[in-house]
């Protein structure tokens, strides 16, 4: 939530209520980013040398306005925003105003004013990127991602959504700094091998499931670490049995002996199959001395989260992919 957003396009999708945020249809090429923008948003905007701004710091590259009836005081905002020598497109022929407050006069003045803007050319967004030779702001496949940008930084939050773990090119319309890999929940930095070219920085970057990352870009390194991303190989398995043990305040005083471990709603016994609540598996194995300190204890697949305890030491609680 440090500093504020980077994006491209503002975009005035309706100007009446209620506005439902799941029937919105507009969306930008891959790459881009936009903030939708309600009429008292508009009217805080101003121009500086092309762009559009807000208070808070904020910049657009342009303006979209999507309904086809716009209010007097919308209208005369745009035009003043067109005038100062922001860019506005027109998704569609504005038609008049919503209502008849100033019938006809209003209607008229913003079919006039509306004259003056940009329609939305035939090729859409490919072809304004194309004339002007828009830059995208981060590539990497099948990714999401968050711009943000602070006084002496640009923080980029990705994050990989799919339940497999994946190495992936990314890009960052970024020149001139160096990237950072922060861990999110080490609290740990890393330096990234990367590479500068046409304003943009090339690195490339590996995910677990479900994993993100921050890639902050500084103009002087914060750490002098590398290899951020840990290879593993599998030295041991631990198998059955396991000593299953229920919580009798949870309604079941159980304890069950596993050769290998199961769903519990497929166990025959209902005091099992509907069992809510936490439990304890027990497990004893031996592991080499020659492996001690360089050793992860893979859960598999855990339903909600997994709190381990080894030779009573706690090791924390796993709590999301991978466990």
Not at 21 to 31: K, T, Y
Not at 181 to 206: H, K, M, S, V
Not at 213 to 220: E, P, Q
Not at 260 to 265: F, K, M, Q
Request: proline share 6%; net charge positive; with cysteine.
């Amino acid at each position: 939530q440090q500093g504020r957003r980077v994006v491209d396009v503002a975009c005035l999708y309706n100007e009446g209520a209620p506005l439902n945020f799941n029937c919105v249809d507009f969306a930008l090429p891959s790459g881009y980013d936009y903030d939708l923008c309600s009429p008292e948003i508009i009217q805080r905007m101003s121009v500086e040398k092309g762009r559009i701004v807000l208070p808070t710091g904020v910049s657009y590259r342009c303006l979209i306005v999507m309904p086809n009836r716009l209010t007097l005081p919308a209208a005369q905002k745009i035009d003043e925003l067109r005038k100062a020598g922001a860019r506005i497109f027109a998704k569609s022929p504005i038609r008049g105003t919503p209502g008849l407050t100033g019938y006809p006069e209003a209607d008229n003045e913003v079919k006039n004013m509306a004259a003056q803007w940009t329609a939305f050319p035939g090729g859409g967004w490919k072809t304004i990127i194309a004339k002007d030779k828009w830059v995208p702001d981060f590539q990497g496949e099948g990714l999401k991602w968050i711009h943000r940008r602070t006084a002496d930084a640009d923080i980029y939050f990705v994050a990989n959504t799919a339940y497999e773990a994946k190495s992936v090119e990314c890009r960052f319309r970024n020149k001139g700094r160096v990237p950072e890999l922060w861990c999110p929940e080490r609290a740990d930095r890393f330096l990234l091998d990367f590479d500068q070219a046409d304003g943009r920085t090339r690195t490339r970057i590996e995910f677990g499931p479900a994993q993100s990352w921050f890639v902050v870009f500084k103009d002087k390194p914060t750490t002098r670490k590398t290899n951020p991303f840990t290879s593993w190989k599998a030295v041991r398995e631990v198998k059955g049995p396991w000593r299953l043990n229920f919580d009798p305040e949870w309604g079941t005083n159980k304890t069950l002996d596993l050769n290998e471990l199961s769903c519990w709603s497929t166990n025959t016994d209902p005091l099992v199959k509907y069992y809510s609540g936490t439990a304890v598996y027990r497990n004893s194995f031996t592991l080499d001395k020659a492996l001690e300190g360089s050793v992860s204890l893979d859960l598999g697949k855990v339903e909600v989260m997994a709190h381990v305890f080894l030779n009573g030491k706690d090791c924390g609680i796993a709590w999301k992919a991978p466990y």
